[in-house]
C-alpha cells in the first residue's frame, strides 16, 4: 500500500481560538498534505496558504515528532533554482496495530504511517463459545509478536469484532455467533496485554469497531470504494457498512448495518437473533453449509465451499446459488432505499463470488426498478478477508495524521 492509503485525511479538529489550539489544527494541515505525496516545503506552503516560515517550523516539530522525514530531492518544479528537500511520512515513526477476533480466528496487523502492512499474523481458533478473557490472553499474545516483528511503536490499537459495538466503541453488547454479551473490550485486553509481558501495548488508547464497518472503511481506504457504496461481507455471520459521501453512516447509536438480520423471508426459520426468515439463515456460514451437505467438515466453511464448487459439486454449486439469490434480494432492498452507486462483496464472499454472482445479479436487475442499474455496479474487493484487520490498523494511523497534535507536543 502507498501514500495514497491515506487520501482525504480527515482533520476534524475544530477551529479554537488559542494559538496552541491553532498550530494543531496547522500540524493537522501541513501532516495531511505531506500524507497524500512527498511534497517540498514550499510545495506545501502553496497547497495550505500558509507561509513558508509557519510551514517550516511545523515541519520540524511533526520531525522531532518522528512523523516525518526528509525524503531527499523534491520533484522538479520547473522553477529557475535548486530543487527543494522532499518530506515524507516516516515508514519509521508510529504505527498502527490492528487486533481481530473472529469466530474461527484470531488476527493482528502492525500498519507504517504510509498504509504498509509491516506484520501480519492469523490464528485459526474457535473462539464460539469461548470466555473473553481465554480469547483475549490468545489476542495479547498475538499483538506482541505483532508489535515485536514490525519493529515499531503503536500509536493506538483498534479491534474489529462481529459483534453489535455502540459509538462509544467501548462495549461489544452482543455477538451472537460468539455467545457473547455487554463486553467491555479495552478493559478485557488490557491486563492480558500485561500478562503477556506487553506492558507498554496496555497503555494505548484502544478503539473497537463491527468488522464489517472496518472491511468498508478499508474499501474506502485502500480499495475501489466510491463516494457511496455497500459493502457486504460474511465470516460466520453477515454484515454489512454503508458508506455515504465517502463516510461511514452509523445510525443513531452505531447500529447500522445489520445486514445479515434483514428480512428476506418472514415465515423462514428462526435466526439466532429471534427474528424469523433472516438473510443470514440462507447466506451465513451454517446455512450453506448446511444446504452443501458439509456441515461438521473441520477447516475454513470458505474454502470448503469454494474447492467443492471448483470441483463442480452439484450441491454446493445449488446452496451457493440459492445464497445468491437471498443476497441479491436483501441487496436489492438496500439498493432501492440508499441509492449505492455501488454494491461491493468482500470477506468471505470475495471468494465465493464467482458463484454468488450471477444469482445476485439477476435478482437486482428484477427488483431494482424504479432507477438504472447494471451488473457492473456489483463488484467484488480485492482486500478480500483481509478488509476488516486493514481497516483497523489503518484506521488507527489516519488518526495520527488527523491530529499529529497528540504525539508532536510543542
Request: hydrophobic share 45%; aromatic share 2%; charged share 20%.
Amino acid at each position: 500500500m502507498s501514500a495514497s492509503a491515506m487520501r482525504e485525511p480527515e482533520g476534524v479538529l475544530p477551529g479554537p481560538a488559542s494559538q496552541r489550539g491553532m498550530r494543531r489544527a496547522n500540524l493537522a494541515l501541513v501532516l495531511g498534505v505531506i500524507a497524500l505525496a512527498p511534497r517540498s516545503r514550499a510545495e506545501v506552503a502553496a497547497e495550505t496558504g500558509l507561509t513558508r516560515a509557519a510551514v517550516s517550523s511545523l515541519a520540524e516539530q511533526l520531525i522531532a515528532a518522528g512523523l516525518v522525514v526528509e525524503a531527499g530531492p523534491a520533484a522538479p518544479s520547473g522553477k529557475v533554482g535548486r530543487p527543494g528537500t522532499a518530506l515524507g511520512l516516516n515508514p519509521l515513526g508510529p504505527g498502527g496495530l490492528g487486533a481481530e477476533i473472529g469466530v474461527e480466528h484470531l488476527g493482528a496487523c502492525v500498519v507504517d504511517l504510509r498504509g504498509e502492512v509491516r506484520a501480519w499474523r492469523r490464528r485459526e481458533v474457535r473462539n464460539r463459545g469461548r470466555r473473553p478473557a481465554a480469547v483475549m490472553a490468545d489476542l495479547a499474545e498475538l499483538l506482541g509478536s505483532a508489535v515485536a516483528e514490525s519493529g515499531l511503536r503503536p500509536a493506538g490499537i483498534t479491534l474489529a469484532v462481529p459483534g453489535l459495538v455502540g459509538i462509544s466503541g467501548g462495549v461489544l453488547q452482543r455477538a451472537a455467533n460468539l455467545g457473547w454479551e455487554d463486553v467491555p473490550l479495552a478493559a478485557g485486553l488490557r491486563p492480558e496485554l500485561r500478562a503477556a509481558g506487553a506492558a507498554d501495548l496496555a497503555e494505548l488508547p484502544v478503539e473497537a469497531d463491527n468488522e464489517a464497518n472496518l472491511g468498508g472503511l478499508a474499501e474506502r481506504w485502500l480499495g475501489e470504494g466510491p463516494e457511496h457504496f455497500l459493502y457486504v461481507s460474511a465470516e460466520a455471520g453477515v454484515g454489512a457498512a454503508i458508506v455515504v459521501g465517502g463516510r461511514l453512516l452509523r445510525g443513531a447509536r452505531g447500529y447500522a448495518g445489520e445486514f445479515g438480520h434483514l428480512p428476506v423471508h418472514p415465515d423462514g426459520p428462526r435466526c439466532a437473533c429471534g427474528a424469523n426468515g433472516c438473510l443470514e439463515q440462507y447466506a451465513g456460514e451454517a446455512a450453506v453449509l448446511r444446504a452443501a451437505g458439509l456441515t461438521g467438515l473441520p477447516g475454513d466453511w470458505v474454502a470448503l465451499l469454494a474447492e467443492r464448487a471448483e470441483a463442480g459439486r452439484e450441491r454446493v454449486l445449488a446452496a451457493l446459488a440459492g445464497a445468491g439469490t437471498a443476497l441479491g434480494t436483501a441487496a436489492a432492498g438496500a439498493v432501492n432505499l440508499l441509492d449505492p452507486e455501488r454494491v461491493v462483496l468482500g470477506g468471505g464472499y470475495a471468494r465465493l463470488a464467482p458463484w454468488l454472482l450471477p444469482a445476485m445479479q439477476a435478482e437486482l436487475s428484477a427488483r431494482v426498478t424504479v432507477r438504472p442499474w447494471s451488473d457492473a455496479r456489483l463488484t467484488v474487493s480485492r482486500l478480500g478477508r483481509r478488509g476488516p484487520l486493514l481497516g483497523a490498523a489503518v484506521g488507527v494511523v489516519r488518526a495520527v495524521v488527523a491530529d499529529p497534535g497528540r504525539l508532536a507536543a510543542g
